[in-house]
């Protein structure tokens, strides 16, 4: 009898097919999942991408020598790693939509350099969308706020960092344009302000090492503030010791009459310069006074322009952000690196100046010493002869103004507590970029109220009724022809809301003393004194300025607060807006929380 039973690959079930039957299928499966991923993967390398030639001609071209490019540690993000998800799920449904990028380059809707120029913007705010709906997913493959050191980080970097984990924002909210050409500052404020609003479901707890980070910084600022204060302690004890030794040996040799030896062992507390006061007790501080470029107030206020926009409106100063990075900001911007900020620019001119200040008190004056490296000449091109100010090799500005919070819990002066003396620098002024030309002016009603002769100056917003801040739908940036009336402004000189102004020209040794309120002003305070000296390439000067005044537009100074104060030195010849340029700091008196500590003399 013949055995007809079923052999075992095709008597044996699998899902209700043979075992053979079964295999040969997912032999089948496997090939085809293998072929279809292969070929997958095979779209989301660079040489795919830019096989489109609208891609390798734009934005390619754009993304060679970014940091996403090249970096220092070799890590190269091509077009996938940014713009295809991961995960199979996403990583299908994108596909999927590319399939309309297909289609658009069937249509040749941006197959030249000219069309796809006018659809940046539109494609740029498709990925912003994207990446902000998914809180920068492709992003945080890469980086990712639990790996980051902030020790590693610019307190910039760091500070703004530790605010998106805390108000909700994700990557894309600030690195717009990090790796293709830069179009946000193509949108209105509006929308760019609706666009990185902060989502609480975003938040996230800030990581340990994070919190661990900013309380040792918190200790070691503490540290060197009580290391500073003991160091002066110090200095003045011995100071008043060595005071209290020579006073006996004078005593001592007038007794004998032998005064000239006396004179020639009396010990000195200190080494004093030339005006005689001994400096060594005073704390030093080294500012970094940087090339501003044409960056207003207003500039700092768009979000298209400036990426702190909405930090700073948040009420954070410059100083947090900046104060460590004035060297790189001032290096951008007199190099042209930043486009948008410097279109005049002077061949070899420095980005930054390091200028040391120390302050001094008594029970009259205040006094104050600065030191800065000279530098060599560097003619402006656009200057006949290439010196802007012939007369004055170097000028020192300083800045004053209060620090007091209105009835409104505003700052009595706008901006002042946040920008110090860059509230005073606005859109509209001489050599600004919506500066009115001189028909403008000599049309203007005011014509007859402020100084034209040398274009706008300087003024601050509680002289205008209204400062254009936005510049939305074209309007310009600024106020200048939005004078107040004389009542208002007498009103706000009389409540002491005015810059006070001092500056030493070095030319002929000359001081001036004025204030800004509607315009600049340069007389009509009580004045200072100034000597300064230019040795071994350094510019040492020295200021002495009562702490009283009854002058209109000068700032009374008392022990007990704190006031906002700003530097600007015009080096090289320099004049207008062609000079370098504090933040805006805290300066107090015995007061180990301002940045510029005056102490007892």
Same mark, same amino acid.
């Given at each position: 009898?013949?055995?007809?039973?079923?052999?075992?690959?095709?008597?044996?079930?699998?899902?209700?097919?043979?075992?053979?039957?079964?295999?040969?299928?997912?032999?089948?499966?496997?090939?085809?999942?293998?072929?279809?991923?292969?070929?997958?993967?095979?779209?989301?390398?660079?040489?795919?991408?830019?096989?489109?030639?609208?891609?390798?001609?734009?934005?390619?071209?754009?993304?060679?020598?970014?940091?996403?490019? &090249?970096?220092?540690?070799?890590?190269?993000?091509?077009?996938?790693?940014?713009?295809?998800?991961?995960?199979?799920?996403?990583?299908?449904?994108?596909?999927?939509?590319?399939?309309?990028?297909?289609?658009?380059?069937?249509?040749?809707?941006?197959?030249?350099?000219?069309?796809?120029?006018?659809?940046?913007?539109?494609?740029?705010?498709?990925?912003?969308?994207?990446?902000?709906?998914?809180?920068?997913?492709?992003?945080?493959?890469?980086?990712?706020?639990?790996?980051?050191?902030?020790?590693?980080?610019?307190?910039?970097?760091?500070?703004?960092?530790?605010?998106?984990?805390?108000?909700?924002?994700?990557?894309?909210?600030?690195?717009?344009?990090?790796?293709?050409?830069?179009?946000?500052?193509?949108?209105?404020?509006?929308?760019?302000?609706?666009?990185?609003?902060?989502?609480?479901?975003?938040?996230?707890?800030?990581?340990?090492?994070?919190?661990?980070?900013?309380?040792?910084?918190?200790?070691?600022?503490?540290?060197?503030?009580?290391?500073?204060?003991?160091?002066?302690?110090?200095? &003045?004890?011995?100071?008043?010791?060595?005071?209290?030794?020579?006073?006996?040996?004078?005593?001592?040799? &007038?007794?004998?009459?032998?005064?000239?030896?006396?004179?020639?062992?009396?010990?000195?507390?200190?080494?004093?310069?030339?005006?005689?006061?001994?400096?060594?007790?005073?704390?030093?501080?080294?500012?970094?006074?940087?090339?501003?470029?044409?960056?207003?107030?207003?500039?700092?206020?768009?979000?298209?322009?400036?990426?702190?926009? #909405?930090?700073?409106?948040?009420?954070?100063?410059?100083?947090?952000?900046?104060?460590?990075?004035?060297?790189?900001?001032?290096?951008?911007?007199?190099?042209?690196?930043?486009?948008?900020?410097?279109?005049?620019?002077?061949?070899?001119? #420095?980005?930054?100046?390091?200028?040391?200040?120390?302050?001094?008190?008594?029970?009259?004056?205040?006094?104050?010493?600065?030191?800065?490296?000279d530098t060599e000449h560097a003619p402006a091109p656009f200057v006949e002869g290439g010196k802007m100010d012939p007369e004055n090799p170097t000028k020192l500005a300083i800045m004053l103004?209060?620090?007091?919070?209105?009835?409104?819990?505003?700052?009595?002066?706008?901006?002042?507590?946040?920008?110090?003396?860059?509230?005073?620098?606005?859109?509209?002024?001489?050599?600004?970029?919506?500066?009115?030309?001189?028909?403008?002016?000599?049309?203007?009603?005011?014509?007859?109220?402020?100084?034209?002769?040398?274009?706008?100056?300087?003024?601050?917003?509680?002289?205008?009724?209204?400062?254009?801040?936005?510049?939305?739908?074209?309007?310009?940036?600024?106020?200048?022809?939005?004078?107040?009336?004389?009542?208002?402004?007498?009103?706000?000189?009389? &409540?002491?809301?005015?810059?006070?102004?001092?500056?030493?020209?070095?030319?002929?040794?000359?001081?001036?003393?004025?204030?800004?309120?509607?315009?600049?002003?340069?007389?009509?305070?009580?004045?200072?004194?100034?000597?300064?000296?230019?040795?071994?390439?350094?510019?040492?000067?020295?200021?002495?300025?009562?702490?009283?005044?009854?002058?209109?537009?000068?700032?009374?100074?008392?022990?007990?607060?704190?006031?906002?104060?700003?530097?600007?030195?015009?080096?090289?010849?320099?004049?207008?807006?062609?000079?370098?340029?504090?933040?805006?700091?805290?300066?107090?008196?015995?007061?180990?929380?301002?940045?510029?500590?005056?102490?007892?003399?």
């Open positions: 009898m013949t055995d007809t039973k079923p052999g075992f690959w095709s008597r044996k079930r699998l899902f209700g097919a043979s075992i053979g039957m079964a295999l040969f299928f997912m032999l089948v499966g496997i090939i085809f999942w293998g072929g279809f991923n292969t070929a997958m993967e095979a779209t989301n390398t660079m040489e795919f991408c830019i096989t489109c030639h609208e891609m390798e001609e734009n934005v390619y071209q754009e993304y060679q020598g970014t940091i996403h490019d &090249a970096n220092r540690s070799g890590v190269r993000a091509t077009c996938s790693d940014c713009h295809v998800p991961k995960s199979w799920g996403h990583k299908m449904i994108r596909k999927i939509q590319a399939s309309k990028e297909v289609w658009h380059k069937m249509l040749g809707s941006i197959d030249t350099p000219e069309k796809f120029d006018g659809k940046r913007l539109h494609l740029a705010k498709n990925v912003w969308h994207s990446m902000k709906s998914t809180d920068s997913r492709e992003c945080r493959n890469c980086h990712d706020f639990d790996t980051m050191d902030p020790a590693k980080q610019k307190p910039r970097a760091r500070k703004q960092h530790m605010n998106a984990m805390r108000q909700g924002m994700t990557c894309i909210d600030c690195h717009k344009g990090i790796a293709h050409k830069k179009v946000h500052d193509q949108l209105e404020d509006e929308e760019l302000e609706q666009m990185t609003q902060p989502d609480p479901s975003l938040i996230r707890e800030v990581p340990q090492r994070w919190l661990d980070f900013e309380k040792q910084e918190a200790e070691r600022e503490q540290a060197e503030k009580v290391a500073a204060k003991a160091k002066r302690e110090q200095r &003045a004890a011995e100071k008043k010791l060595a005071a209290e030794q020579a006073a006996a040996k004078a005593a001592e040799a &007038a007794a004998t009459q032998a005064t000239t030896a006396s004179t020639e062992n009396t010990e000195k507390a200190a080494t004093p310069d030339a005006s005689g006061i001994s400096w060594d007790v005073a704390p030093s501080r080294e500012v970094g006074l940087f090339y501003p470029g044409q960056s207003s107030m207003e500039w700092t206020l768009v979000g298209k322009y400036h990426g702190g926009a #909405r930090p700073f409106k948040a009420g954070d100063r410059c100083f947090d952000c900046h104060d460590k990075e004035t060297q790189a900001m001032g290096e951008k911007i007199v190099t042209g690196a930043k486009e948008d900020l410097e279109p005049n620019l002077i061949p070899g001119k #420095r980005g930054s100046i390091p200028l040391t200040v120390q302050a001094l008190y008594d029970e009259q004056y205040l006094y104050m010493h600065f030191q800065w490296p103004s209060s620090d007091e919070i209105n009835e409104d819990e505003n700052p009595a002066i706008k901006y002042t507590r946040q920008a110090g003396c860059w509230g005073t620098c606005h859109h509209d002024a001489r050599d600004m970029p919506t500066h009115p030309d001189a028909e403008s002016l000599s049309a203007s009603a005011h014509a007859q109220t402020l100084d034209f002769s040398q274009g706008v100056t300087k003024y601050i917003s509680e002289s205008r009724t209204k400062i254009e801040e936005k510049g939305r739908r074209g309007k310009k940036l600024g106020g200048w022809d939005k004078l107040k009336d004389g009542e208002a402004l007498k009103a706000e000189m009389d &409540a002491g809301h005015v810059m006070d102004l001092l500056r030493f020209k070095s030319g002929k040794g000359e001081t001036e003393d004025g204030h800004i309120l509607e315009q600049r002003v340069m007389t009509g305070g009580q004045g200072f004194e100034a000597t300064a000296a230019l040795a071994n390439g350094t510019w040492t000067l020295e200021i002495k300025r009562k702490l009283v005044s009854t002058q209109p537009g000068d700032l009374s100074l008392t022990k007990d607060k704190l006031y906002n104060i700003g530097f600007a030195v015009h080096d090289d010849y320099s004049d207008a807006r062609y000079h370098h340029v504090s933040l805006g700091y805290k300066l107090g008196f015995d007061n180990d929380e301002a940045e510029i500590n005056a102490v007892a003399k």
